[in-house]
Nanobody, 130 residues
Framework: QVQLVESGGGLVQAGGSLRLTCAASGRTFSRYPFSRYAMGWFRQAPGKEREFVAHITWSGGSTYYADSVKGRFSISRDNAKNTVYLHLNSLKPEDTAVYYC??????????????????WGQGTQVTVSS
């Protein structure tokens, strides 16, 4: 199995920045290294559906973003540390949500859909005050 643990959330004023971290672990990595997984970040605000935020391929060579965060958020990964990051800049109150990281062992191109991902973390709360 794969365990994903997010951290780095918190309360920040509009215009501020945060860095979210997702640490991956599990016995699965002995057979299927973390570097083989594509990774994604999603978020869910109260009363809303979970929505795609960002995706990074296994090598980190390609990244994809939701239009709402393009130019403000940046996803990166460190395969040596089994870790993926989400850098949140120029935060807005509408970015307030629980942020989840997810692992995709068999990337099929539908990176912006939750069903593409097999493993999920428990989430970290980001609150942006106006």
């Amino acid at each position: 199995q794969v365990q994903l643990v997010e951290s780095g959330g918190g309360l920040v004023q509009a215009g501020g920045s945060l860095r979210l971290t997702c640490a991956a672990s599990g016995r699965t990595f002995s057979r299927y290294p973390f570097s083989r997984y594509a990774m994604g970040w999603f978020r869910q605000a109260p009363g809303k559906e979970r929505e795609f935020v960002a995706h990074i391929t296994w090598s980190g060579g390609s990244t994809y973003y939701a239009d709402s965060v393009k130019g403000r958020f940046s996803i990166s990964r460190d395969n040596a540390k089994n870790t993926v990051y989400l850098h949140l800049n120029s935060l807005k109150p509408e970015d307030t949500a629980v942020y989840y990281c997810a692992a995709d062992p068999n990337p099929g191109g539908n990176y912006d859909y939750t069903y593409e991902y097999d493993y999920w973390g428990q989430g970290t709360q980001v609150t942006v005050s106006s």
